[in-house]
């Protein structure tokens, strides 16, 4: 039977593909290709887009998630590969498409079916970021030209719609160009590039917070430098951050240890068998993933409704104050969330679901004071109540998505039954049969997904609070990441093989 996706297989001779190598490439070869990678994505972050005005970039959730820097050649990071994978693994896994991945033909057409709706995806992305993420544009030339108009009243000002399609085009193939690195890595170098991406994102994040703790105003160096007699408690204040940090990636490197492991054997083989783990991250930080672009995108939709007014009964009034214009009415808007001037939620429905992030400056007596006694400036909503219901409601959403993921993408104790039949094994001491491994995978798959999605949902909340650095998401993340590739080295024998890497 065919894919639902044939209709395809015309395009795919067009789309351009990396060549798998000839031959297994050695040691030297892997790592000089992931290095070059790792080279161009750098540089790429670091390169302001041309027509774009260069502002400091934060690490939140959007840019951690997508290895993304606002502003640069790969505003859109990885977000396009990431979203066109999500959806195609979604839409096969729910059976709205039909494939069959165990045949090599119908697997190839997924996967350039997973290609064409990423190319898509850069342009469509990249044309929504430029317009509606606040990037401001900036002259292209230092003369009248193509960029720019004449006014009548003779000053010369910028052609927005040219300069915003130029802008536009750089990062849509800013990440077209992330996307042939990961296929460059996945084929030729170590691991996976997206993965590597998001991690050498993050990494950069923490040394980049790491300098700045010493470096910045009441840092290290300033609080050791006043000569006063709270200086070495200043600067141990300072170096919280890191602490927190640490502290983080040796949480996520215990629970990735932590796991159940089923006994398996082989019907056909007597004395042969194996072991099914059953991790507490065993649907891995995709709820936690998944939960923070739907609070994003609460968030993004928030700032855009900034200065606009919905009454829900009475008439509008444009003379009224700036939270309610609504003349014997209720306004919708500043009640659903309420923005400041620097397009940041701070009061309202929305804020209570909305991330907390501790300052990058501060004192933590101050800030954790505030969590426990302040309030919000315009509705007087307790800030304890914010940590509560977000931290509740993030947990909440975790174990819904995580669920969810595992029933669409067939990581459910039914599908697993099932391969694992196919595969020839079967629980020892009972007779083969799909049901009763079945049984047994629901005595702990359930439970596991609960707790593991609550974990990274608390987890990431409560580093994201503390100011871990790189942000909680961004830690587990590539915790993860390292953890799994750490895996894929020793597989290949890598440290038995090589004395440098089995200094590691």
Known sequence: MGS???????????????????????????????????????????????????????????????????????TVGIGPIVLASIFLQLFAGAKIINVDMSDPEQKRTFQAAQKILAIFLCFFQSAIFVSFAGIQLVPLFSSLGEGYVQNPDGTVSLNAPYTLALVILQVALGSLILLYLDEVVSKHGIGSGISLFIAAGVSSSIVGGTLGLFTSPGGVIESLSSGTADALPNAILALLPLFFTLLVVLVVSYAEGIKVEIPLAFERARGLGSRFPIKLLYVSNIPVILTSALLMNLHFMATNLQGQHFCITGSYDPQGDALNKCKGGFDLVPALAY??????????????????YRPLQ????????????????????????????????????????????????????????????????????FRRDIRVVEKKLNDYIPYIVVLGSAFVGLLASLADMTGALGTGTGILLTVGILYRFYQDLENQRLFETYSAFAKL
């Open 4 to 74: 639902s996706l044939d209709f395809i297989k015309p395009f795919i001779r067009f789309l351009p593909e990396v060549s798998p190598p000839a031959r297994p490439p050695p040691l030297s070869e892997k790592l000089t290709w992931t290095m070059l990678a790792l080279a161009i994505f750098f540089t790429m972050y670091h390169v302001v887009a041309a027509g774009v005005k260069p502002t400091a970039s934060g690490s939140d959730f959007l840019q951690v998630v997508t290895a993304s820097r606002i502003g640069s050649l790969i």
């Open 339 to 356: 923005v400041d001037s620097s397009r940041q939620v701070r009061d309202g429905l929305l804020y209570l679901f909305s991330p907390i």
């Open 362 to 429: 501060g004192n933590y007596g101050v800030y954790f004071g505030h969590l426990i006694s302040g309030t919000t400036p315009v509705f007087g909503i307790p800030e304890w109540v914010h940590v509560v219901v977000y931290i509740l409601f993030n947990m909440l959403l975790c174990i819904i998505f995580g669920q969810f993921w595992v029933e669409t993408t067939g990581m459910g104790a039914k599908d697993v039954a099932e391969q694992l039949d196919r595969s020839g094994l079967q629980i020892p001491g």
